[in-house]
Nanobody, 112 residues
Framework: QVQLVESGGGLVQPGGSLRLSCAAS????????MGWYRQAPGKQRELVAD????GIPGSVKARFTISRDNAKKMVYLQMDSLKPEDTAVYYC?????????WGQGTQVTVSS
């Protein structure tokens, strides 16, 4: 099993940046597709970015950069030029085949 713990959320002004981190436990991290979803109030959860076990990013929204450090079992989401519509709870997730795991989420609020 994999456990995921997000950190780095908070309040940021429009145009600012934040970097979210996701710490993973377990021995299979290097085989997992990792990524970030977000869910804004009243909206469906949506994919923000994902990254293959090799470190090659997959789907990535504009203004966001995803990276991973397999040695540290960490995944990062760099968010730049943030907008109020980026306000949401951001969730880290892990996937391999039919297996998936989710973190508890970290709140990101973009407001002046």
């Amino acid at each position: 099993q994999v456990q995921l713990v997000e950190s780095g959320g908070g309040l940021v002004q429009p145009g600012g940046s934040l970097r979210l981190s996701c710490a993973a436990s377990g021995s299979i991290f290097n085989t997992l597709v990792m990524g970030w979803y977000r869910q804004a109030p009243g909206k469906q959860r949506e994919l923000v970015a994902d990254i293959a076990s090799s470190g090659i990013p997959g789907s990535v929204k504009a203004r966001f950069t995803i990276s991973r450090d397999n040695a540290k079992k960490m995944v990062y989401l760099q968010m730049d030029s943030l907008k109020p519509e980026d306000t949401a709870v951001y969730y880290c997730y892990a996937r391999r085949g039919s297996y998936d795991a989710w973190g508890q989420g970290t709140q990101v609020t973009v407001s002046s």
